[in-house]
Nanobody
């Protein structure tokens, strides 16, 4: 069974940091991509950052939305089947429900740009407020 479980959301002051975790299970494909997406009230879901996980040379490719470049970092721990999103210098406009998603065919740029995933986690709330 393919599953993604997010954790690590919460309330943080502007300028603060949070680390989100996405624990995956059942993904034994030669290629797939894991992405972080967010959806604020009244807005469409958007891709934040995506990373490829592959048995070939395209392993570890990353993509970041312009709005988070230089502030967010995506990484993975293969031994723990977990993908992380380190979020620094958080701003009130980063407030949203953050979702972890998995896609089996798209490259990281397409996955994030289209905010498309084949599988989704349940989401975790991130609130940036003083």
């Amino acid at each position: 069974q393919l599953q993604l479980v997010e954790s690590g959301g919460g309330l943080v002051q502007p300028g603060g940091s949070l680390r989100l975790s996405c624990k995956t299970s059942g993904f034994t494909f030669d290629y797939y991509a894991i992405g972080w997406f967010r959806q604020a009230p009244g807005k469409e879901r958007e891709g934040v950052s995506c990373i490829s996980i592959s048995s070939s040379s395209d392993d570890g490719n990353t993509y970041y939305a312009d709005s988070v470049k230089g502030r967010f970092t995506i990484s993975r721990d293969s031994a723990k089947n977990t993908v992380y999103l380190q979020m620094n210098s958080l701003k009130p406009e980063d407030t949203a429900v953050y979702y972890c998603g998995a896609n089996l065919g798209l490259d990281v740029r397409a996955m994030c740009y289209m905010a498309h995933s084949d599988y989704w986690g349940q989401g975790t709330q991130v609130t940036v407020s003083s």
